[in-house]
């Protein structure tokens, strides 16, 4: 297997890990058995597990910003900022399907303790912000609504609500109420991950 695919492998597998785990929680053996690989092929190729980390952070990261540029791109040149709130939220929500991409930006985002993971965290925080403001026209009180929908988002992701939807209709309400007509697109792609 060609070594840009192993690498690939693990990022993936890492990415689902941390996102699911923790950066603390998540040990460089339990990525290269996800992946697949000997636990001293990752340590040679990423060096630590700090390192790993923020590769897959910046690459999720850029997903998402690559992702919201697309979507921006498909719109009308004329679209107002509201809609294009609108197109780049339903991004945020179909990027679901990608397993542990929220999770890992979150999992990051509290991550701050530690401080290369701190600053890489901030750093990209700012980004998303400057991207809001920037290429998608956002007002700053827009930017703040558009950030804490995403924030209670990720968090309804790695607390599992999705599990819920069916055995609890306070949880199923509020699922409703957050992904309105995705709703039942973020519960599958849940239910798939798991």
Same mark, same amino acid.
């Given at each position: 297997?060609?070594?840009?695919?192993?690498?690939?492998?693990?990022?993936? @597998?890492?990415?689902?890990? &941390?996102?699911?785990?923790?950066?603390?929680? =998540?040990? =460089?053996?339990?990525?290269?058995?996800?992946?697949?690989?000997?636990?001293?092929?990752?340590?040679?190729?990423?060096? =630590?597990?700090?390192?790993?980390?923020?590769?897959? &952070?910046?690459?999720?990261?850029? @997903?998402? *910003?690559?992702?919201?540029?697309?979507?921006?791109?498909?719109?009308?040149?004329? @679209?107002?900022?509201?809609?294009?709130?609108?197109?780049?939220?339903?991004?945020?929500?179909? +990027?679901?399907?990608?397993?542990? !991409?929220?999770?890992? !930006? +979150?999992?990051?985002? *509290?991550?701050?303790?530690?401080?290369?993971?701190?600053?890489?965290?901030?750093?990209?925080?700012?980004?998303?912000?400057?991207?809001?403001?920037?290429?998608?026209?956002?007002?700053?009180?827009? *930017?703040?609504?558009?950030?804490?929908?995403?924030?209670?988002?990720?968090?309804?992701?790695?607390?599992?609500?999705?599990? +819920? &939807?069916? @055995?609890?209709?306070?949880?199923?309400?509020?699922?409703?109420? =957050? &992904?309105?007509?995705?709703?039942?697109?973020?519960?599958?792609?849940?239910?798939?991950?798991?």
């Amino acid at each position: 297997m060609p070594a840009a695919e192993r690498r690939a492998m693990i990022l993936e @597998a890492a990415r689902d890990l &941390f996102g699911r785990q923790g950066y603390n929680g =998540t040990t =460089t053996d339990q990525i290269a058995t996800a992946a697949g690989i000997s636990q001293p092929y990752v340590v040679r190729m990423f060096g =630590t597990k700090e390192a790993l980390f923020l590769e897959v &952070f910046h690459a999720t990261l850029g @997903a998402l *910003v690559d992702a919201w540029r697309t979507t921006l791109a498909a719109l009308p040149s004329d @679209a107002d900022e509201h809609r294009r709130a609108q197109a780049i939220g339903e991004q945020f929500i179909d +990027l679901s399907a990608t397993r542990g !991409l929220h999770t890992m !930006l +979150l999992q990051a985002f *509290v991550s701050g303790a530690e401080p290369a993971i701190g600053q890489a965290a901030r750093d990209g925080f700012l980004a998303i912000y400057r991207f809001l403001r920037d290429e998608a026209g956002m007002p700053d009180e827009q *930017v703040q609504g558009f950030l804490g929908s995403g924030m209670i988002f990720s968090v309804m992701l790695a607390i599992d609500m999705p599990s +819920l &939807f069916d @055995a609890d209709q306070d949880a199923a309400s509020l699922l409703r109420a =957050t &992904f309105g007509e995705k709703c039942m697109q973020v519960v599958a792609s849940a239910r798939a991950a798991a």
